[in-house]
């Protein structure tokens, strides 16, 4: 026991120590690669493009804007930014257009009409994208898969119903990773998304095309799902807010590929918006006001304690916090500790480290469906290692982390021993977190240990998604904010993670740290020539 302890001690040492020659090597390589096409998109400069959701929906119910004018606008930036960030993969202007035009001539008629009213509309008019893998009717729902390519969607799954119902328009459906199952969003069906603020990087996934097309300006807010970090990620790396939702609060059903077995414990749907104050109502829209939440509850922050955690505490094969990272949630907790009086608690969980462990185990245990199925569509199952030999030689169908799942799901039978050992470490750990989060504490956390790497680059650091997936596994609401520009100009963030449905704690953080300009989205592209 000893004796493996110690090579196990010696053997992350000595991954640290390649990491340090590797990581400046690597960078350098993808730099050099990478800079000969770098470009960031233009500024948003259309004022109805720079209000949060709730705010236009208030000016359209007063017809202060149209919402025709409003949808038009959206349309235009997604077609002046596609060019460079390839977020939008299926749009539905037309359609979006003529409901705009519809809801124009009724509110030209009664606009104080009760069902226009804000609590049964609180999104009047206000555009809203969508992932590819949720239904929207007349849609497709491929999921990146090329068998599924023909697919459309028969029906609107229960969230885009709920929005529709208080008042947004679908106009597009977003990028995503294959299956949902990467951290950078790029498929065989519909190509590769890159960042608004630098396209040599990546969005991050799976939620990555709704990601970038929010905060390219397109979008003002958009529907994510969540099983390891797929909406907190993809905010983190282009800059907005999102919220992974408590288990059970908002319905999953109408996505795919749809988690099965007790996966559903770990996946999560969820907001993801430019502006704070856009996450609470909808929030409560998705949910259908779920009265276990108590979203309505209000939250009174400085009376909060704020346990702070730096680090993991040195996982295995997990990259360490990038010191901007570090420096950036420093800034935001001083402010809460300084400016709201909230009680502050450097801390550290030593069972963190073993996140991507704990999460596997997890996923093994649940009994779903392979993911080799899924990549097959509805057709048996596809073999990874013919996929790899076919991708090799640039034959297959299929992207290479796809292939990489398949062939670690392949292997997990070997991990028997060590899923055991962490689902006994994932006890420990969530008893311990039970305790210290109630309705008056959040946890803050890192989204990521690293500013959005160059395109590619994920798959050097294929488990650095450690750092979001440790709270699918307990189930936990979780908010993802962002946190200024590096100095590179690429965005930074931080999560903050709250109890077992206290949603609107860790989103009455955002709000109070959005309001101080502490958290905020930034205009790409502003402040260059
Ligand atoms: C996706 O579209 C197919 C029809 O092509 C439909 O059968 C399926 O239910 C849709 N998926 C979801 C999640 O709605
Ligand atoms: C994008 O990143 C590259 C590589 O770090 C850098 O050389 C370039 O200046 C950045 N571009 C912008 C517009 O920030
Ligand atoms: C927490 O740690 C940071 C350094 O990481 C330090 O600046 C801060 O004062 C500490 N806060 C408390 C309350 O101990
Ligand atoms: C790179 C790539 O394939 N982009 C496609 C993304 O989806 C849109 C809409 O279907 C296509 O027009 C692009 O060509």
Not at 68 to 74: G, K, L, N, P
Not at 204 to 209: L, V
Not at 444 to 454: E, L, Q
């Amino acid at each position: 026991m000893a004796v493996a302890k110690h090579v196990q001690t010696v053997f992350s040492w000595l991954l640290t120590l390649l990491g340090w020659v590797f990581v400046p090597l690597t960078n350098y390589l993808f730099s050099r690669w990478y800079d000969k096409t770098v470009r960031t998109v233009q500024p948003v400069e259309d004022e109805v493009l720079l209000k949060s959701a709730t705010e236009i929906a208030r000016k359209i119910r007063s017809r202060e804007l149209r919402a025709e004018d409003v949808m038009s606008a959206s349309i235009a930036r997604v077609q002046r930014v596609q060019g460079l960030v390839n977020a939008v993969v299926a749009p539905r202007y037309e359609d979006a257009i003529v409901e705009a035009r519809e809801l124009d001539k009724k509110l030209d008629a009664d606009s104080s009409a009760e069902e226009f009213s804000e609590t049964n509309m609180p999104f009047l008019g206000v555009p809203l994208s969508v992932k590819e893998a949720f239904a929207v009717k007349g849609m497709p729902n491929c999921s990146g898969l090329v068998s599924r390519k023909d697919y459309r969607s028969t029906q609107d799954c229960p969230v885009v119903e709920r929005l529709r119902r208080a008042g947004a328009i679908p106009f597009c459906m977003t990028n995503i990773s294959e299956l949902c199952m990467w951290y950078e969003s790029a498929n065989r069906v519909y190509g590769r998304t890159s960042n608004p603020y630098n396209t040599s990087r990546i969005v991050g996934g799976s939620s990555g095309g709704e990601a970038a097309n929010i905060a390219s300006g397109a979008a003002v807010l958009g529907v994510g799902s969540d099983i390891g970090g797929s909406i907190r990620m993809p905010a983190f790396f282009c800059g907005i807010f999102g919220h992974r939702s408590s288990r059970g609060l908002v319905p999953n059903e109408g996505q795919f590929p749809m988690a099965t077995g007790s996966e559903v414990d770990l996946l999560s749907t969820g907001p993801m918006c430019r502006y704070a104050e856009d996450l609470l109502p909808m929030l409560k829209v998705m949910s259908a006001n779920n009265k276990q939440a108590q979203l309505d509850e209000k939250v009174d922050v400085t009376k909060l304690t704020i346990y702070n955690i730096e680090d993991d505490g040195g996982g295995l094969l997990v990259s360490r916090v990038d010191p901007q990272l570090k420096q950036a949630q420093a800034r935001a907790v001083h402010y809460l500790q300084t400016s709201l009086g909230a009680t502050v608690k450097n801390t550290s969980i030593s069972k963190f480290k073993y996140a991507i462990d704990m999460w596997g185990a997890k996923m093994t245990k649940s009994g779903g469906k392979s993911f080799c199925d899924y990549m097959r569509g509805d057709q048996g199952e596809v073999n990874p290692l013919k996929e790899l030999l076919l991708w090799l030689v640039g034959r297959s169908k299929h992207t290479l982390p796809a292939i990489a799942l398949g062939l670690f799901e392949k292997g997990d039978h070997l991990l028997e021993n060590v899923n055991k050992r962490a689902l006994k470490s994932f006890d420990k750990m969530e008893e311990e977190i039970t305790t210290l989060l109630d309705e008056n504490s959040v946890l803050i956390y890192p989204t990521h240990p690293k500013i959005a790497p160059y395109h590619n680059q994920p798959l050097l650091y294929p488990f650095n998604w450690a750092y979001t997936g440790l709270f699918n596994t307990m189930g936990l609401p979780v908010t993802a904010i962002p946190l200024g520009l590096s100095r590179e100009g690429l965005p930074m963030g931080m999560q903050i993670v709250a109890g077992m449905n206290y949603d609107r704690v860790s989103i009455a953080v955002a709000e109070e740290l959005a309001r101080a300009k502490v958290a905020e989205w930034v205009n790409p592209g502003a402040g260059l020539d």
